[in-house]
């Protein structure tokens, strides 16, 4: 059984740090594609970043390069994603997701926000 279970959202001020965590299980870790997305309530979820399988390649969406950071680490099946320089726009919700065949798989996401 797939699980991706997220967690390290919180409540934190402008220009703040988190790191979100995403723990993995069920699937073949080290030859996926991993992927962060976000959704704000009302709104489709919208890809943040992706990692390749093996951690070399990393793709950012829009202008989330800078300030995001999406990592894995295969020896324990989890991938990351640091956030620095936190605004209130980057509050949403945040899922850890992978393409397994034609599906998407997704976790219950971990909720950001950000204010002051």
């Known amino acids: 059984q797939v699980r991706l279970v997220e967690f390290g959202g919180a409540l934190v001020q402008p220009g703040d740090s988190l790191i979100l965590s995403c723990a993995a299980s069920?699937?073949?870790?080290?030859?996926?594609?991993l992927r962060w997305s976000r959704q704000a309530t009302g709104n489709q979820r919208e890809l943040v970043a992706s990692?390749?399988?093996?951690?070399?390649?990393?793709h950012y969406v829009n202008l989330m390069k800078g300030p995001f950071t999406i990592s894995r680490d295969n020896g324990k099946n989890m991938v990351f994603l640091q956030m620095n320089s936190l605004s209130s726009e980057a509050t949403d919700v945040y899922y850890c997701?992978?393409?397994?065949?034609?599906?998407?798989?997704w976790g219950q996401g971990t909720p950001v926000t950000v204010s002051s």
């Open positions: 997701n992978v393409r397994l065949a034609s599906t998407v798989q």
């Open positions: 069920g699937f073949p870790f080290n030859t996926s594609v």
């Open positions: 990692i390749s399988e093996d951690g070399t390649l990393t």
